[in-house]
């Protein structure tokens, strides 16, 4: 499976932003995919996720209400729409996807669960 982030850029506080991740390969495969982000001198954290087949949605409370991850499997894309940018939120942004059935419960928000990485996509908020 790869993948390919886009959609980044420059934003002002409040500002909005929709990032795309184009999946190709076997992504019929994958039963999960997310996205996280790296700010700079820090570890990756979770930012959403969502079931490839329920359409279940997780996300971190950091951005709870701003952010919205939508896939649309026909299109074999992932997107997080991003309302409401904050300085905090400049990062660089990765999507990822397992091929995993089963996992414990904090393994979802966890980078190691998944074995497919984008290859990010910097967004900088500015105050």
């Known amino acids: 499976v790869q993948l390919q982030a886009s959609g980044g850029g420059s934003a002002q506080t409040g500002d909005s932003l929709r990032l795309s991740c184009a999946a190709s390969?076997?992504?019929?495969?994958?039963?999960?995919v997310a996205w996280f982000r790296q700010a700079p001198g820090k570890d990756r954290e979770f930012v959403a996720a969502?079931?490839?087949?329920?359409?279940?949605?997780y996300d971190a409370d950091s951005v709870k209400g701003r952010f919205t991850i939508s896939r649309d499997n026909a299109k074999n894309t992932l997107y997080l729409q991003m309302n409401s940018l904050k300085p905090e939120d400049t990062a660089v942004y990765y999507c990822?996807?397992?091929?995993?059935?089963?996992?414990?419960?904090?393994?979802?928000?966890?980078?190691?669960?998944?074995?497919?990485w984008g290859q990010g996509t910097l967004v900088t908020v500015s105050s």
């Open positions: 990822a996807a397992t091929a995993r059935t089963s996992w414990s419960g904090i393994e979802l928000y966890s980078a190691g669960l998944y074995a497919y």
């Open positions: 390969g076997r992504t019929s495969s994958t039963t999960v």
């Open positions: 969502i079931s490839r087949i329920t359409g279940i949605i």
